[in-house]
């Protein structure tokens, strides 16, 4: 049953997954999920493939992780009534994919496998594009997905408004020397869906890619509400539903039939 309240708190998880030694980085992180979920109820999302970055072939002998990762997160998300999103690399059928699985109190109930695959960092040669839906409908409403590169892509964003997605999540790894172009579209996504955006990105490099973090959570009108550092951190802000509601009869752009 989806159980809008009036505030929902959302957490992004701003961390470097390329820290030497996967069983180390992923316990870290997983302490720090927990951690942070026995705080505050609420929604907590984590930076595209953190479970290692891409690493290749690393990234290859992490998918044989993911399911025992997520069994885990389903673990906290139970005990602590939360809702967990960050995607990893998912093998299915012989194929790789980069998928964000959301868990909602306790279990997986939607995966959104990334749709535009990002060729500077190969992950085109390795990747499978996703073909599965995108909006989902959880305890806190119904929420829309894109993974880093689906950002640039405005099409991809354009049912979240007419199908009722209140917040749209966007894990990402998006490289410093564009840090103002990540800010610059989570704003223009935020405005065009008139919805709450949060985009968690990463810290830390990989090979010679450096990432800037600058995690935001965005408002409905385009207001940058939360934002992150270039370190390790958690962001967080207090969400508050109604402001989309607001907004769209404020100003309607729904679509109409002639």
Known sequence: MVRLTNEIHVSLLQINPSLHGPDRRIAKTLDLVRCTAEQQTGVLVLPEIWSGGFEYPDVLRLSRRT????????EISGICGTMIIGSLPERDSGRLYN??????????????????????????????????????STAFGRIGLA????????????AFRDQGAWLLIVPAQWPDPRCAQWESLLIARAIESQAFIAGCNRVGRTRNTRFCGNSLIVDPGGAVIARGGRNVEVVSAVLCPEAVETIRKEIPMQKKKR
């Not at 990762?69 to 389903?74: A, D, K, M, Q």
């Not at 699985?101 to 990747?127: N, Q, T």
């Not at 993974?147 to 405005?154: A, M, Q």
Request: charged share 30%; hydrophobic share 40%; aromatic share 14%.
């Open 67 to 74: 399911p025992d990762i997520l069994r885990n997160l389903c």
């Open 99 to 136: 998928t964000a699985a959301i868990i909602d109190h306790g279990r997986i109930v939607g995966r959104y496998r990334k749709r535009r695959l990002f060729p500077p960092m190969l992950e085109d040669r390795y990747f499978t594009p996703g073909r599965s839906r995108k909006i989902f």
């Open 147 to 158: 993974i880093c590169f689906d950002l640039r892509f405005p099409e991809h964003f354009v």
